[in-house]
């Protein structure tokens, strides 16, 4: 890369060149100034035909789903503008782009020692349209399957009330085509093609680091309900989500940005206004902690032998719990310790093929979950508040309590703690707020 048109960090404007799509096949077009084209395709397997009464409704999610994807590539240069030649956004619609841009990238721009402030500013175009009009969408709800136990939890409330979902995942993860195909639901498993121009990039030296894959998924969801007809897409996330993982000059740092309820709010009232007024984008579990999911998941054994929440592991599949689960990473240690409090250890060390709990070689995993020394993990992981109520638990269990980072723990870090801040049951109480539509209510309940 010895030209600025061709090394990203060196360009002067990152282009929304165009989209298009056909054939079950949304194609996404970017460029660096006049360096080569960076083209990303989505795949609707089996894909319908498109009602003309939706027509206005799928361009208007296949736009956002330009302006969203291109996340992925900005950031390998974050040039100083952004050029949208598809026509400029509505100005509550570049509000939510440059909402997501700045704070789906506050972990990568942490670790890249970027300041994104004042940088991402997308151009606007007129204000909002009038709502959006019903489109008399089929009932029925698109559930994300990420292979771990939230979206599990999702799924077994909407059977409970008989309510019709398809389970849909996007790309070819083993591990999460063999969970949706544990639940019984229709299945629906979409394609992600990223543009092999990025990994030379990557390759040549450009910024790399974490995107709000949560927020492409989302959108590429919106237009998945249109197209092949589905009146809610419900999400797993849960309150703890929106919890910052840290503090960096001056400005919160949340791995799990476009999981939580800000960037929630803003997409549920974009489809309405954009998409569709009949068409939810929510997340079902938003009232709970993740304490609260894991103690329902813990009733859900069908699903303890297939299941993982594992970052390092979950594109596997195999028999034993080595192959799903890998006993290192801080999502191991954190559904561990999230789900000892409410399952038999024989149990929780079956499902793990190992004890995590008296491991001395794991202190430093759970001692940054426990925000002990340490800020909590860039990682999909509970409160450190959740996590040291769930080892104060354990530390009065005599099935636990001998065990090494347990009895640690209470030697050395209980006494140095708030003891009325350590009481399990806050954590086990809904929360008030969730954006979950009226017919779908009753799953809420089925959660109680």
């Known amino acids: 890369m010895s030209t600025a048109v061709n090394d990203p960090k060196q360009a002067h404007a990152f282009r929304f060149v165009r989209r298009a799509y056909a054939d079950g096949v949304a194609e996404l077009v970017y460029a660096f100034d006049d360096g080569p084209e960076l083209v990303e395709r989505i795949g609707f397997p089996a894909a319908p035909a498109l009602p003309p009464q939706r027509q206005a409704a799928f361009d208007a999610a296949l736009d956002l789903l330009h302006l969203v994807a291109g996340i992925s590539y900005y950031k390998a240069g974050v040039p100083p503008a952004l050029r949208v030649e598809t026509g400029a956004p509505s100005a509550d619609t570049a509000e939510l782009l440059d909402a997501l841009y700045l704070h789906g990238l506050g972990e990568f721009a942490y670790h890249n020692r970027l300041d994104l402030r004042g940088r991402i500013a997308f151009p606007r175009g007129a204000d909002a349209p009038a709502p959006a009009p019903a489109l008399g969408l089929p009932a029925r709800t698109l559930v994300p399957i990420g292979g771990g136990k939230d979206s599990l939890v999702s799924v077994e409330s909407l059977k409970a009330i008989g309510a019709e979902a398809t389970a849909v995942w996007i790309g070819n993860s083993p591990l999460i085509a063999a969970c949706a195909a544990r639940t019984g639901l229709p299945t629906l498993n979409l394609t992600r093609e990223l543009s092999p121009v990025l990994f030379e990039y990557n390759r040549a030296g450009a910024w790399n680091g974490h995107i709000p894959v949560t927020a492409i998924n989302s959108a590429i969801l919106v237009v998945a309900a249109v197209l092949y007809g589905h009146d809610g897409i419900a ?86 719990p080595a192959d799903r689960w890998c006993g290192q990473c801080p999502k191991c240690h954190f559904v561990f310790l999230a789900l000892a409090p409410f399952l038999p ?88 707020e969730d954006q979950v539509p009226q017919r779908l209510r009753g799953a809420l309940r089925a959660l109680a």
């Open 235 to 320: 999400f797993s996330n849960e309150r703890s989500a929106s919890s910052a993982t840290l503090e960096y000059d001056g400005q919160a740092v949340n791995h799990q940005w476009s999981k939580g309820y800000a960037f929630e709010r803003l997409l549920h009232a974009w489809v309405h206004v954009h998409v569709a007024a009949d068409l939810a984008y929510f997340s079902l579990l938003r009232p709970f902690s993740e304490l609260a999911v894991t103690q329902r998941f813990a009733r859900l054994s069908r699903y303890f032998e297939v299941f993982s929440s594992c970052n390092r592991n979950f594109r596997l599949l195999g028999p034993r």
């Open 345 to 432: 250890k024989i149990t929780l060390v079956g499902i793990f093929g190992r004890n995590l709990l008296d491991d001395e070689a794991q202190t430093a995993g759970f001692d940054a979950l426990l925000e002990y020394r340490e800020h909590k993990p860039f990682e999909c992981v509970g409160e450190g508040g959740e996590s040291r109520a769930a080892m104060h638990v354990l530390a009065q269990r005599p099935e636990w309590r001998e065990d090494a980072i347990v009895a640690r723990y209470a030697r050395e870090i209980a006494p140095q703690l708030d003891a009325t801040a350590l009481d399990l049951a806050p954590w086990l109480a809904p929360a008030d």
